[in-house]
Nanobody, 121 residues
Framework: QVQLVESGGGFMQPGGSLRLSCAAS????????MGWYRQAPGKQRELVAR???????TYADSVKGRFTISRDNAKNTAYLQMNSLKPEDTAVYYC???????????????WGQGTQVTVSS
């Protein structure tokens, strides 16, 4: 079994910062790309940021220059540093990762349970 667990969400005023963490655990052989998605009420889930196993990053235009994705391969953990938060960043944030299950050739796409981020004055 493989699990992704997010943490670090919460309430923040506009202009503030939050840091999200996503820890993968279980029978992990290797982790490919990891990403953060978000879904606001009434909207589709969208990609926020993605990082490959070699550290190449991509960002949604709406967060470029404000958010930074990183990962610690030794800890099987990805992070999303969110600065200069805006009310439109309010959403449930989900972690996603492509993980090869240990001792197998199976590579699955796994999701965390989500963490709420609310930005409001």
């Amino acid at each position: 079994q493989v699990q992704l667990v997010e943490s670090g969400g919460g309430f923040m005023q506009p202009g503030g910062s939050l840091r999200l963490s996503c820890a993968a655990s279980g029978s992990i052989g290797s982790i490919n790309a990891m990403g953060w998605y978000r879904q606001a009420p009434g909207k589709q889930r969208e990609l926020v940021a993605r990082i490959t196993s070699d550290g190449t990053t991509t960002y949604a235009d709406s967060v470029k220059g404000r958010f930074t994705i990183s990962r610690d391969n030794a800890k099987n953990t990805a992070y999303l540093q969110m600065n200069s938060l805006k009310p439109e960043d309010t959403a449930v944030y989900y972690c996603n990762a492509g993980i090869r299950v240990h001792y197998t050739d199976y590579v699955g796409r796994y999701w965390g349970q989500g963490t709420q981020v609310t930005v409001s004055s």
